[in-house]
T-cell receptor, first 117, second 116 residues
Framework: AQKITQTQPGMFVQEKEAVTLDCTYD???????LFWYKQPSSGEMIFLIY??????QNATEGRYSLNFQKARKSANLVISASQLGDSAMYFC??????????????FGKGTKLSVIP | DAGVTQSPTHLIKTRGQQVTLRCSPK?????VSWYQQALGQGPQFIFQ???????QRGNFPDRFSGHQFPNYSSELNVNALLLGDSALYLC???????????????FGPGTRLTVT
């Protein structure tokens, strides 16, 4: 069964330092998309970054970058220069093909990131 | 430009009752997906509506049903509520059903349902 694994329930990082949040995935389908979302205590899921399975380069969006290692089936999120506002839950998700032109988003259990002043 | 809105924000129901949650998609979006997020878990896909039809469904019982209206807004209905239905229910909207390269799914703030 396809699934997403986030092995770090919680992480701490000093303000202005970089942090890596781990994500591994399992699928036999060559066509998929990988996402990271941020969920503050307010509950809304905020899209951070996306990586397609056929993309040759690692995705970057401002302070966020995705370390995509296809052979190892990992898609780690790197946040550079952490800010206090980065404290939140972070979810890794995979968009899997469920049929002709039909995809479904599957989430991991999340990592709670706490940024220390 | 209004984002995805959901109502109500919080809801308390008794076991066995029925509940209806509502979602208005982001302006210009025509597809709505619903997710259930239990405490301490990631969201789980319930179903997706496009062109007023259910297009995809996750592993949820028939007690969970939905509807999409001509203005693209959507409702999630849950019958015969169980204690285990207590969760944050998230609605997400997009322009067209998600494809492989899809990245434009926007989430609402959710409705927190408590079943006692």
């Amino acid at each position: 069964a396809q699934k997403i694994t986030q092995t770090q329930p919680g992480m701490f990082v000093q303000e202005k330092e970089a942090v890596t949040l781990d994500c591994t995935y399992d699928t036999s389908d060559p066509s998929y998309g990988l996402f990271w979302y941020k969920q503050p205590s307010s509950g809304e899921m905020i899209f951070l970054i996306y990586q397609g399975s056929y993309d040759q380069q690692n995705a970057t969006e401002g302070r966020y970058s995705l370390n995509f290692q296809k052979a190892r089936k990992s898609a780690n999120l790197v946040i550079s220069a952490s800010q206090l506002g980065d404290s939140a839950m972070y979810f890794c998700a995979m968009n899997l093909r469920k049929g002709a032109g039909s995809y479904q988003l599957t989430f991991g259990k999340g990592t709670k990131l706490s940024v220390i002043p | 430009d209004a984002g995805v809105t959901q109502s109500p924000t919080h809801l308390i129901k008794t076991r066995g009752q029925q509940v209806t949650l509502r979602c208005s998609p982001k302006s210009g979006h025509d597809t709505v997906s619903w997710y259930q997020q239990a405490l301490g878990q990631g969201p789980q896909f319930i179903f997706q509506y496009y062109e007023e039809e259910e297009r995809q469904r996750g592993n949820f019982p028939d007690r969970f049903s939905g509807h999409q209206f001509p203005n693209y807004s959507s409702e999630l209905n849950v019958n015969a509520l169980l204690l285990g239905d207590s969760a944050l229910y998230l609605c997400a909207s997009s322009l067209g059903p998600p494809g492989q390269g899809f990245r434009g799914q926007y989430f609402g703030p959710g409705t927190r349902l408590t079943v006692t």
